[in-house]
């Protein structure tokens, strides 16, 4: 295909794609109806389009095409839409994000994060903002007892990584699943997501050897249940979500990773009539969430996320943890986790549950990864 081409199709892409699924599902579905598309073809515009969402809507008073063409100029270092297209760009492409967003700019701000002025003050804006015109890495972790295996497995696929205990980190379209045993010898997970736990470790030091028991109330496909039974072999699992599907998929990567006593139950943890009889050691409560600390990963939603939102989930996420915070053993922990930078979601929610539970905050952070390729998560460890 032409570059002319390129453009085009993503300019038909984008003008079809409605935000309803995430734009790499969506993407791959069209690309799977729209046979002329060769794999080049697919990266081509893939690429193109993805960039272009890199943007948010700083750029909205230029035309598509010149998003398009503005994307490359941001995202890459080099890009042949530039140089055959944009010659007189392709003196800037070296220099910094900000060099290059202020040269293309002029006269807008520059702030492709549309909602900054929600974003915690933890955070450092200037360097968050700029972080979306950037992919981020894939990350591994290894499970117990796997490194050796996996860092012989990993040279096979011939690609740059870094190790870093048991991070590691790849290039984003490494294809993994030939040459790992995925949630057997490696989880698919963040950085920031893998390190969570941390702020657990060392309060549960003197239950190491113990049994204890715990509950992750949001557990989805189950990834830091994984992560609490890799930490501690020893827990006594209870897993929940509201959606009986995803626990059909965590029923199969647990089955994989090995581990097979635990509980298992669907619940809406936010329901006025929602009640346990059984109380837990350790709450996970890794709540639903706007998931604007990832969307380095979907920057679709830089376009398509409406701002009321964040106050759909910060009403649900303080009911979800009172109710879940009621389950509570005397002496337990209670870990709230989201993967979002929004004080309504955070702090205004670790508010809320000192002021409606007996909970005491232990400590509260946020896991930066945006000055890393990585994911931005935050949580906040309470005691009773
Ligand atoms: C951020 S995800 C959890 C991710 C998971 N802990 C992991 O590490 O893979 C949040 C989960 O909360 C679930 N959820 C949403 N509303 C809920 C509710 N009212 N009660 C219980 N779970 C809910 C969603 O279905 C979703 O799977």
Redesign the pocket.
């Known amino acids: 295909m032409h570059l002319h081409a390129y453009l085009r199709s993503s300019e038909t892409i984008i003008n079809l794609y409605d935000g309803a699924i995430p734009f790499a599902s969506w993407l791959k579905n069209y690309f799977r109806e729209q046979k002329k598309f060769g794999s080049r073809d697919r990266r081509m515009v893939g690429d193109l389009c993805f960039c272009y969402y890199r943007l948010g809507k700083a750029f909205e008073e230029y035309s598509l095409t010149e998003q398009l063409l503005i994307g490359q100029a941001l995202c890459h270092d080099k890009s042949i839409f530039i140089d055959e297209l944009k010659p007189e760009w392709s003196g800037v492409s070296s220099g910094t994000l900000k060099d290059k967003l202020a040269f293309l700019l002029r006269e807008n701000n520059g702030v492709v994060f549309p909602f900054l002025d929600e974003v915690s003050n933890d955070i450092e804006k200037d360097a968050f903002n700029l972080s979306h015109l950037v992919q981020p890495d894939l990350f591994l972790r290894i499970r117990p007892g796997k490194k050796e295996i996996v860092l012989q497995k990993i040279q096979t696929l011939a690609v740059s990584f870094s190790v870093e205990g048991d991070c590691l980190r790849l290039p984003i379209a490494t294809k993994i699943d030939d040459a790992l045993e995925v949630d057997k010898e490696v989880v698919v997970?963040d950085k920031s997501?893998q390190r969570v736990l941390n702020l657990l470790q060392h309060q549960t030091s003197n239950t190491e050897c113990q049994t204890f028991s715990a509950w992750?109330?949001?557990?989805?496909?189950?990834?830091?249940?994984i992560?609490l039974h890799d930490h501690f072999p020893q827990v006594q699992l209870t897993v929940?979500?509201?959606?009986e599907s995803?626990l059909h998929n965590l029923k199969t990567r647990f089955s994989r990773a090995g581990i097979a006593s635990y509980q298992s139950f669907v619940?809406?943890?936010?329901?006025p009539q929602?009640h346990l009889n059984e109380k837990f050691d350790l709450i996970?409560c890794?709540?639903?969430?706007s998931?604007s600390g990832t969307w380095g990963r979907t920057p679709e939603q830089l376009r398509f996320f409406s701002k009321q939102k964040i106050e759909y989930y910060s009403l649900?996420q303080k009911?979800?943890a009172v109710n879940a915070g009621k389950c509570l053993k005397e002496g337990g922990q209670f870990l709230y986790?989201?993967?979002s930078v929004f004080v309504k979601e955070n702090e205004d929610v670790v508010e809320y549950i000192l002021q409606q539970t007996k909970l005491r905050l232990v400590k509260q952070q946020y896991f930066e990864g945006y000055d890393e390729k990585a994911d931005t998560l935050f949580a906040a460890l309470f005691a009773l």
């Open positions: 997970q997501s992750d109330c949001c557990a989805a496909s189950g990834g830091k249940s992560l929940s979500d509201v959606r995803i619940a809406d943890v936010s329901s929602f996970i890794d709540a639903p969430c998931g649900l009911s979800i986790i989201t993967c």
